[in-house]
């Protein structure tokens, strides 16, 4: 089927912004030169301008017109993000951000919760069980770059000093970490990638305009059972992954 015609006009100017054709602060041909050159009404070429808005490809400045969004520094989100801390003065997140010299900080805040079907699947409980819900917002030099929402089993950690993922003797130190310390081994990150349109929510939390895109990772930590499981939020224009994967 035919796209529409402001479907077409964005997908072609979302092309010259890809290719570098249009780049960062240059300012995107007006309503009536967009009308011109593609021969529509200066309607449709508003609605092709304002999708790209929404996408977050372009913006527009007060009095002056559309301009082509300067996007914040790729990084690289890297398998070493996994690795564990023995020692509690260093996450994986920060000692990540180390290596790429920023200095990696989080906000969070824990809550009690039910474990919802999904959850209680990735986690190996009953739905409705207790866990631990932690949510956190990532930075590097004070930048938000990742959100998360993290769930771990109480019938596990109930009483123990790691029961709050942030505080007591083994905050931020990492899930590896802090299950070591009760005796919990954990052998195994699980992962699944898939991609969506950002929520309002996580629009405000990470400074992303909606209509922006991002990866959501669905990762469980597992030893002789599912530890912690998390649904990791990456906006697409921040973060590359980056795996290494060993072959026997």
Known sequence: MRQPAYLRIADDLRRRIVEGRLAPDDRVPSRHELAREYEVSDRVAVEAVRLLVAEGYVEARSGSGTYVRRRPQLRRLARSWYRGSRGRSSSPFRADMESQRLAGTWRSSSETASASPAVAERLAIPEGAEVMRTRYTFLADDEPVMASTSWEPLELTRGTPVML????????????????????????????????????????????????????????????????????????????????????
């Open 165 to 248: 993922p942030e505080e007591g003797p083994h905050a931020g130190a990492g899930v590896v970490a802090r299950m070591r310390a009760i005796g919990l081994e954990v052998a195994l990150a699980t992962e699944v990638i898939t991609a969506r349109s950002i929520l309002t929510e996580e629009a405000d939390i990470l400074d992303e305009p909606l209509g922006s895109l991002v990866m959501v990772i669905q990762r469980t930590y597992s030893g002789d059972r599912p530890v912690e499981t998390a649904d990791i939020v990456v906006p697409v224009d921040r973060y590359e992954l980056a795996y290494t994967i060993p072959v026997d």
